[in-house]
């Protein structure tokens, strides 16, 4: 059983950079895609990034571009997202999420495991 414990989250002031965690336990992974998502309130859950586990190959959403970094360790079997130049509009519940294909995909349905999501607010 495939488990995503997210770390990280806080309050910070917009211009401010946070770094979350993604720590996964059950298994180990190789040729599989992970992800981070976000839901704002009142909003559909939205893709941020994700990375190829065994390439390392990324993939941004348009919003997020130039200022998130997704990255992973594969010897702690963590992922991270690296979050700088925060603006308000990043506030969000953010989730970590892996599927067993190696294609990346941005589609919240298409990805199985799923952690609990870590708050992440960011004041003007």
């Known amino acids: 059983q495939v488990q995503l414990v997210e770390s990280g989250g806080g309050l910070v002031q917009a211009g401010g950079s946070l770094r979350l965690s993604c720590a996964a336990s059950?298994?180990?992974?190789?040729?599989?895609?992970l992800g981070w998502f976000r839901q704002a309130p009142g909003k559909e859950r939205e893709f941020v990034a994700s990375?190829?586990?065994?390439?390392?190959?990324?993939d941004y959403a348009d919003s997020v571009k130039g200022r998130f970094t997704i990255s992973r360790d594969n010897a702690k079997n963590t992922m991270y997202l690296q979050m700088n130049s925060l603006k308000p509009e990043d506030t969000a519940v953010y989730y970590c999420?892996?599927?067993?294909?190696?294609?990346?995909?941005?589609?919240?349905?298409?990805?199985?495991?799923w952690g609990q999501g870590t708050q992440v607010t960011v004041s003007s």
């Open positions: 999420a892996a599927r067993d294909y190696s294609l990346p995909d941005r589609r919240v349905n298409k990805y199985t495991y």
């Open positions: 059950g298994r180990t992974f190789s040729s599989n895609t």
């Open positions: 990375i190829k586990w065994n390439s390392g190959g990324t």
